[in-house]
């Protein structure tokens, strides 16, 4: 006889909370007195945007976000909980899915340069894409149990 220790569905379960914790870190570990009061995460993205190699990411940088560097701190950084929070709890996780690996997108698109930062973000986009085609919130989730999502 064959002993399963986790199903399928268990097993992105399990994925899902490990992205879920790797948001939530990503979050944490932010200075949040310098990230919040100076914007300090977005100083350094608007060094990268200005030598970015595409004129779309440097131009959409300097419209969008320059201008408006403590916002979009907060932004990023509430984001990054909202996302690490509904992951491990199975909260409106398709949403969290979704939004997840459009932040990994645009951290992807700002940092193509570098690779060594580009495998992080390359694993949490392929676990966000895994999760949504696995509906991985039917297992040990907050939507699971109230039905949402089927």
């Not at 698109?109 to 930062?117: K, N, Q, V």
């Not at 986009?125 to 040990?140: D, P, R």
């Amino acid at each position: 006889m064959d002993t399963v220790w986790l199903s399928g569905a268990e097993w992105l379960a399990v994925l899902r909370v490990g992205l879920g914790l790797w948001w939530l870190e990503s979050w944490r570990h932010k200075d949040k007195k310098a990230w919040f009061e100076r914007g300090s995460g977005i100083e350094w993205a608007a060094g990268i945007a200005a030598e970015h190699r595409w004129n779309a990411v440097r131009s959409g940088f300097r419209v969008v976000v320059a201008p408006r560097p403590r916002l979009m701190a907060h932004v990023v950084a509430h984001a990054e909980l909202a996302l690490g929070l509904g992951l491990i709890a199975g909260l409106l996780t398709p949403v969290a899915l979704a939004g997840g690996l459009l932040l990994n997108t645009l951290y992807f698109t700002l940092m193509i340069h570098d690779w060594a930062e580009q495998g992080q973000n390359a694993m949490m986009a392929l676990i966000s894409v895994v999760g949504l085609f696995g509906m991985s919130w039917q297992t040990w989730s907050l939507d699971g149990a109230l039905g949402w999502f089927g």
